[in-house]
């Protein structure tokens, strides 16, 4: 957050800034108790969550997880940021959506979207992406429905694979692509 700070500082410079950090699998309802305790103290605060999205992940990959963090943004659904967004806080986003909820902000609106890929020209290469957007007044926009697919190719499922598969299931024979690749699908 060292980063955003001074522009912070800088645009409101009578303001005090108190950062938190939540550890990845901070549970909903102490998230939940955070924000209550917030809304107590100081309802007119402005949060700013400062999250990297998609990690080590081809360029293709990480904006289609991205698209589903997205959706969850647009939809402010704390529970599928949570369970699935490939993001290094779920839980500060989920404080996020939250405080949108309860501040009547529930229009988010995405200023621009990054991938270290693209911006390096390289689509095969591990990234990071982010998102610049925040929760306004306004009617939510509607995300658009859609459903994505994964496809792979040059796959055998003979002897042992076969073997894996038939006795523990398609998720355990694809288990070294890493838990993360199907979180977008």
Known sequence: IKLILGNIQQTF?????????????????EIQQVHDILQAQCSNCFIVASVDFSHYQPA?????????TYRALENRD?????S???VDSPPALALLTMWANSHNTLRFTRDNHTNSGVLVGNNDIETTTHFY???????????????????????MFGRMIA??????GLQTSLDQLGDRVFWGT
């Open 60 to 68: 293709i990959l990480a904006d289609l997880h991205d698209d589903l």
């Open 13 to 29: 410079p009578n303001s005090t800034i108190v950062p938190l950090i939540f550890k990845i699998d901070t549970p909903k309802s």
């Open 133 to 155: 957007g925040w929760y306004e007044t306004g009617e939510p926009i509607e995300p658009e429905k859609n459903v994505t697919f994964l496809f792979g190719g040059d796959m």
């Open 84 to 86: 699935r967004a490939e």
């Open 78 to 82: 704390d529970d599928l940021l949570l």
């Open 163 to 168: 073997h894996t598969f038939l006795s523990k």
